[in-house]
């Protein structure tokens, strides 16, 4: 795929609901789907992948790594009705870059603001673990959006969703820096080229339940990257 393939985010949201490209997450996302969890068990869930939620012409874009098998899997929606998008959810809006602080099910009247979040891979993988070859499968997707998209920054949410966008990006045309730029919490890399317009990229540990209950992320540390990236998208 490329990004000629499509000439709108849309066209390109909608091919992607239809991609059954990895047939070791086509079967888990639809397994899961069918068998449930017991809380959801009166739930249709979506069971495909998963398109990137936010306007269509976002400057800012928030990469994670795949979506949930019983969060996103089960909406449709990117980050809605896990725990983690509670958190996620909750700094976007105190940042001002989401209309509430909570996301729960598709047409619940969440909108972000010049904001898209995203991710390399499209479809729950188990265990959260997509295999190397599906990170490159899906990363023709992700290359294509960030093509058309041409965002200002991108806050990257993880170790493994910032080693999976990296290709991504050399391959839409960014430059990036040897040795790689290093994963961090608040770490910042300004990268050129692309679509002629410097990128700004972020980093910042992940909202699983491993990291906030910890306290390893809390929401004031998240909400800091987040501005960071607003302003250097020229949002704030
Ligand atoms: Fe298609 Fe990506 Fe899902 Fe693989 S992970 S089936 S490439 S949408």
């Known amino acids: 795929m490329s990004s000629a393939t499509f000439t709108t985010v849309g066209e390109l949201d909608a091919a992607l609901i239809d991609c059954r490209a990895c ?9 899961v789907a069918r068998e449930k969890r017991a809380a959801f068990r009166d739930e249709t869930y979506w069971g495909r992948p998963v398109p990137g939620l936010g ?3 976002a400057r800012l874009l928030i ?3 795949a979506p949930a098998a019983h969060g996103a899997n089960r909406t449709g929606r990117m980050f809605t009705g896990d725990r983690s998008g509670d958190v996620l959810f909750a700094a976007l809006h ?5 209309n509430q602080p909570t996301a729960t099910h598709a047409g619940d009247g969440l909108t972000l603001r010049g904001t898209r979040i995203t991710s390399p891979v499209h479809c729950a993988p188990p265990a959260n673990k997509p295999t190397p070859a599906e990170r490159a499968t899906c990363g ?3 290359r294509a959006e960030l093509m058309l998209l041409a965002p200002r920054a991108v806050v990257v949410l993880g170790a493994f969703g910032w080693q999976a966008l990296l290709p991504v990006l050399a391959d839409a045309g960014w ?3 040897r040795p790689r730029p290093r994963f961090g919490h608040g770490a910042h890399v300004e990268l050129a080229g692309g679509t002629g317009k410097t990128l700004h990229l972020f980093g910042s540990y992940h909202v699983s339940q491993q990291n906030t209950f910890t306290g390893r992320l809390t929401p004031a540390m998240l909400e800091i990257v987040l501005r960071a990236a607003s302003d250097a998208a020229g949002l704030s």
Request: net charge negative.
């Open 63 to 65: 990469v994670g790594l």
């Open 175 to 177: 430059v990036i820096p």
């Open 55 to 57: 306007p269509v012409d």
């Open 140 to 142: 023709g997707w992700l």
């Open 94 to 98: 105190a940042v001002g870059l989401a």
């Open 23 to 31: 047939p070791r997450l086509v079967e888990w996302r639809e397994q």
